[in-house]
């Protein structure tokens, strides 16, 4: 089992920059597919980007394609999101997910997936 815990949220102006970051407890940390998904005021919680074990395989949704990337420092038991070229729709709170895979390189884009959740934190971008 495996426990999440978010951070770096905040308020940025639209143009900058903020990096995620999600440190897991447990010493499996890299048997877990990773991901960050995020759910904004009367929405669906959408996929944003998500990361293999190892970090070989990464998916990322269309609408941050470019922007932003997702990264794992599995020796830090931590999962990282740099979040660039930021705009006032990426508002939302953001998660960080994980799903116990092994060795399974897929990376599941749908949250039904995953099994274990953190406890979001907030990224506001005003115009």
């Known amino acids: 089992q495996v426990q999440l815990v978010e951070s770096g949220g905040g308020l940025v102006q639209a143009g900058g920059s903020l990096r995620l970051s999600c440190a897991a407890s447990?010493?499996?940390?890299?048997?877990?597919?990773m991901a960050w998904f995020r759910q904004a005021p009367g929405k669906e919680r959408e996929f944003v980007a998500g990361?293999?074990?190892?970090?070989?395989?990464?998916n990322t949704a269309d609408s941050v394609k470019g922007r932003f990337t997702i990264s794992r420092d599995n020796a830090k038991n931590t999962l990282y999101l740099q979040m660039n070229s930021l705009k006032p729709e990426d508002t939302a709170v953001y998660y960080c997910?994980?799903?116990?895979?092994?060795?399974?390189?897929?990376?599941?884009?749908?949250?039904?997936?995953?099994?274990?959740w953190g406890q979001g934190t907030q990224v506001t971008v005003s115009s």
């Open positions: 990361i293999s074990w190892g970090g070989s395989r990464t």
């Open positions: 447990g010493r499996t940390f890299s048997s877990y597919t």
């Open positions: 997910a994980g799903r116990l895979v092994g060795t399974a390189s897929w990376v599941p884009v749908a949250s039904q997936y995953y099994d274990y």
